[in-house]
């Protein structure tokens, strides 16, 4: 349609010209004496018109001509960018399809273009870093080392791949130097946490772990696992004294102690440093919160001396809890050993067969024989001491 009008209009043009120029009588003189031109009007016009022409492709000419240089670089800069965004896609593309060593030379090509090159130069480390290759790694970091905007992605992208690496030490300096620009966002803090874990740092660990838990950053079976290993790691070094790990406990906040794990780590320390007073207490309020086996286990070790009032009231509480619990096998041994050390055999006795009956594991089938056996012997019956003695055999090979 749009042809169909441009041809109408150059018809009309083409007529109007041909009728004005038939009816114009006009003519021009060009005068230069000696010489004279006699031209009509008509002629002088197209002659304008294509002298105006001629003119308009000199200029043009002259124009593209003294253009061409920057015309030359600029076309060669296009070429650079889209050989370069082309060598950044391919990159990304091999990187993520797992085929790294192609994923480098990309990131090569890519490189060549300035604005590229901190991409890149993440891109090719990790290609590297996936290859095993360190040394060419921390090449592709250094190259844009003094890149003040890639400052924080270099950063990242290092901790994470060193603590990959297991280089906790280095990967601690990269997080350092991260929180000197007052970068602390929630990846910064999951990178550092793992790095903390492979140098063994456990406070710092806790710290960690309880602040990414405000953020809900961590999934709770991992925050528990991480807390576990930082109490037992705290709880049972053997530098620790009586009083250095009455220190230690006190700086582990009232929720943790409670807890079954870090309550029965607590106790087993206590009782094996003679604190058996404090390892009974510690035992007692996490049982009140949350009951426990392994803290059960740890409270009949804490067994107080004979005759004395803490034993008793250990037996009186362990048999307040089997009223509320009458088949927890564990508790019943304990209370069965507790009546053993007071020497009040018929409860040992009642409690220690209760315990065999309901005992599910080897070890409570075990011990409440050999305990059974020990109070037989205590009572001079040496037929049944012998007896459980000979089942405390049978259950230990099997």
């Not at 590297?128 to 924080?152: E, F, P, S, Y």
């Not at 960690?208 to 070094?237: F, G, Q």
């Not at 286990?297 to 008793?312: E, N, T």
């Amino acid at each position: 349609m749009r042809l169909f009008l441009w041809l109408v209009a150059l018809m009309a043009a083409a007529i109007g010209i041909a009728v004005t120029a038939r009816f114009n009588p006009g003519n021009v003189v060009l005068f230069y004496p000696p010489y004279r031109v006699d031209l009509s009007l008509n002629f002088f016009v197209l002659l304008e018109v294509l002298l105006f022409v001629l003119l308009y492709f000199l200029v043009r000419a002259f124009a593209a001509t003294t253009s061409m240089p920057q015309r030359v670089a600029e076309y060669r800069q296009r070429k650079r960018e889209r050989d370069g965004n082309k060598g950044l896609r391919d990159a990304l593309k091999a990187l993520f399809e797992g085929r790294f060593g192609q994923a480098e030379k990309a990131a090569l090509r890519a490189a060549e273009l300035p604005e590229n090159a901190g991409v890149a130069a993440l891109i090719g480390a990790r290609a590297a870093h996936r290859m095993r290759q360190n040394a060419r790694r921390d090449q592709w970091l250094n190259r844009i080392a003094n890149d003040n905007g890639m400052k924080t992605a270099r950063l990242m992208t290092s901790t994470e791949l060193l603590v990959d690496d297991h280089q906790a030490e280095a990967a601690l300096e990269a997080v350092r130097e991260l929180h000197e620009n007052g970068q602390r966002h929630i990846h910064a803090l999951q990178l550092s946490l793992k790095a903390h874990q492979q140098a063994k740092n456990w406070p710092e660990v806790l710290r960690l772990v309880r602040l990414l838990d405000k953020h809900k950053a961590l999934h709770p079976a991992l925050s528990a696992r991480l807390r576990e290993l930082a109490y037992d790691d705290l709880l049972a070094s053997s530098m620790h004294d009586a009083e250095s790990i009455q220190r230690v406990w006190a700086t582990i906040p009232t929720a943790d102690r409670v807890k079954p794990y870090v309550a029965c780590r607590a106790a087993t320390a206590l009782n094996e440093r003679g604190l058996h007073d404090e390892a009974r207490l510690v035992c007692e309020e996490a049982l009140a919160a949350n009951w426990d086996d392994r803290v059960v286990r740890a409270y009949r070790d804490a067994a107080a001396p004979v005759g004395s009032a803490a034993l008793l009231a250990q037996i009186e509480h362990c048999e307040a809890w089997l009223r509320d619990r009458p088949t927890d096998a564990e508790l019943a041994l304990t209370l069965g050993s507790l009546c053993l050390k007071q020497k009040l055999w018929g409860k040992a006795q009642r409690y220690l067969e209760q315990a065999l009956s309901d005992a599910t594991e080897p070890r409570m089938v075990r011990e409440s024989h050999l305990k059974l056996a020990q109070l037989h012997e205590a009572l001079s019956q040496p037929e049944e001491a012998a007896n459980h003695y000979r089942q405390c055999a049978l259950a230990t090979i099997l």
